[in-house]
């Protein structure tokens, strides 16, 4: 969804579910995306990325799913944890070699 | 092996001040890169170095900032006569080569706080 400001999509999921984040990218000329996850007080940390002569890539407990007509990236993490708590930063390659990124989603893992 | 090496961790500075803030990319890495992050923010682009030249520096906010990079490895992002509305979370990154056949690998950054 959108974000507006520090109000970040939030998505709680109980320990031991899939987690689904959604992300909604604005250039049709990308081609190529990544994902990050960011944890308090720490940078970006590298997941997974995705070109677009695909639409599915799978990593260990994460999968990447990009859907071009829409303009839309899904990661999908496996089997929760509580370590996956974090925000989660999708990146699109619009051009040469700027990365822009999206809002972020908060993802909360629950015991 | 060791990361992306950011300096100071965090920075403290009057408004008016100058302040230089420095990164150390992982051994090898060709290209470069200055991001910031606001509180709550996504990840606003600065600028790219590859090497030490700088191809795209279209996101530097405005003259009081400049970024250079030597030896092909460390880099000073420098921030003159700060503001308040620099305060932020300053994230370098590098990449073995070009995007996109090579993803950035972020430092922790460096937290400026303008008072």
């Known amino acids: 969804g959108e974000s507006v400001g520090l109000h970040l999509p939030t998505l709680s999921v109980q320990e031991g579910d899939n987690s689904i984040i959604n992300c909604a990218y604005s250039?049709?000329?990308?081609?190529?995306f990544i994902w990050y996850k960011q944890e308090s007080g720490k940078g970006p940390q590298f997941i997974i990325d995705i070109r677009s002569n695909m639409d599915k890539r799978q990593g260990q407990r994460v999968t990447v799913l990009l859907n071009k007509t829409v303009k839309h990236l899904s990661l999908q993490i496996a089997a929760t944890q509580p370590g996956d708590s974090a925000v989660y930063f999708c990146?699109?390659?619009?051009?040469?070699?700027?990365?822009?990124f999206g809002a972020g989603t908060i993802l909360r893992v629950k015991s | 092996g060791a990361g992306v090496s950011q300096s100071p961790s965090n920075k403290v500075t009057e408004k008016g001040k100058d302040v230089e803030l420095r990164c150390d990319p992982i051994s090898g890495h060709t290209a470069l890169y200055w991001y910031r992050q606001s509180l709550g923010q996504g990840l606003e682009f600065l600028i790219y170095?590859?090497?030490?030249?700088?191809?795209?520096k279209s996101g530097l906010p405005s003259d009081r900032f400049s970024a250079e990079r030597t030896g092909g490895s460390v880099s000073t992002l420098t921030i003159q006569r700060t503001q308040q509305e620099d305060s932020a979370v300053y994230l370098c990154?590098?990449?073995?080569?070009?995007?996109?056949?090579?993803?950035?690998?972020f430092g922790n950054g460096t937290r400026l706080t303008v008072t």
């Open positions: 990146a699109e390659n619009e051009y040469g070699n700027k990365l822009v």
């Open positions: 990154a590098s990449s073995l080569g070009d995007l996109p056949n090579s993803p950035l690998h």
């Open positions: 250039n049709s000329a990308s081609d190529y």
């Open positions: 170095f590859q090497g030490n030249s700088a191809p795209d």
